[in-house]
């Protein structure tokens, strides 16, 4: 992707993408409408090709027939479902492997972001192998401040990985980064994963302030104790992989070309070659359902 400088203002302007937009998530019923109509809104005036592929983490409330519905309505949305709730990393994983674009940006979906923001990211990213937001004033309660802080410090003595705010959910990807780097991690744990990782290769990151707001509906589960446990333990497991990366290593791309989980029949799937169709892996006269499968 080449761009040009502005010279009014000494910015880099990009021009348009092709960028895959990947929205993780969980008990959303509330969020996930306005999310996907908003993201719509924004998305042509950024990219020539997108599109959007919810990931729906095994919720429990309406979430999966609203997915199923905007999937049906926009042929650029797609819906994939886990049929139980495994964890940001495992929805965020699914959505990479789903992705078909140059770029792959991920955000949360309760509408916390202004996805209009997204252009300041896409400004850097042919520079760049990511371009990670950082929230110049987080909109959270102050225990989830204060976790924050501790675990940015902890990851830097620990990884050594230096961003402002590590598991801002708000990072545009060079499609790249995906043939080096693997996710492991299943729960909220994955963004220090893949920046560490990144870190280790000597992958160029970027990082951008963007605005955070207060969330309207639905509850976070990112200070659940179980959530916080469960990455201090990936944290050190982290700590030991990283010990042994190579630079040959395999990434996501190169070792999960197809999805290797049970697959459900859903919407007439059977097989696993009929979701690699599905998903996009498929050669492109194959015809391809914006439903996805369940996938477990």
């Known amino acids: ?27 959303e019923e509330a969020n996930i409408q306005r999310t996907v109509e908003s993201a719509r809104l924004v998305l042509p005036k950024l990219a020539d090709t997108w599109e959007i592929i919810l990931v729906n983490d095994g919720s429990k409330d309406a979430t999966t027939p609203l997915c199923d519905e905007l999937a049906e309505r926009y042929p650029e949305v797609r819906a994939i479902h886990h049929v139980d709730n495994r964890g940001y990393g495992a929805a965020l994983k699914s959505g990479i492997l789903a992705a078909r674009h140059d770029f792959i940006f991920f955000t949360d979906s309760d509408g916390q972001f202004d996805l209009e923001e997204l252009k300041h990211l896409i400004e850097w990213a042919g520079h760049y192998d990511i371009v990670t937001g950082y929230r110049g004033k987080r909109q959270d309660p102050p225990h989830r401040l204060i976790n924050a802080f501790g675990w940015k410090m902890l990851v830097r003595m620990v990884l050594g990985v230096k961003v402002r705010d590590i598991d801002c959910a708000f990072k545009v990807f060079q499609r790249s980064v995906f043939d080096r780097v693997q996710i492991r991690s299943v729960g909220a744990m994955v963004n220090t994963e893949i920046l560490a990782q990144a870190n280790a290769f000597g992958m160029k990151i970027h990082e951008v302030r963007v605005s955070h707001y207060p969330r309207q509906f639905g509850k976070s589960s990112g200070a659940n104790l179980r959530v916080i446990l469960k990455a201090f333990k990936e944290l050190m497991r982290l700590y030991r992989q990283l010990r042994t990366v190579t630079h040959e290593q395999d990434g996501l791309f190169r070792t999960d070309t197809q ?35 369940f996938v477990d």
């Open 1 to 27: 992707m080449k761009d040009s400088l502005n010279s009014s203002n000494g910015t880099r302007v990009a021009p348009a993408v092709s960028l895959s937009v990947i929205f993780p998530a969980f008990n």
């Open 259 to 293: 999805i290797h989980h049970k697959i459900f029949r859903h919407y007439g799937v059977a097989d696993e070659g009929a979701v690699s169709r599905r998903f996009g892996t498929g050669s492109a006269n194959q015809s391809r359902s914006n439903q996805e499968c």
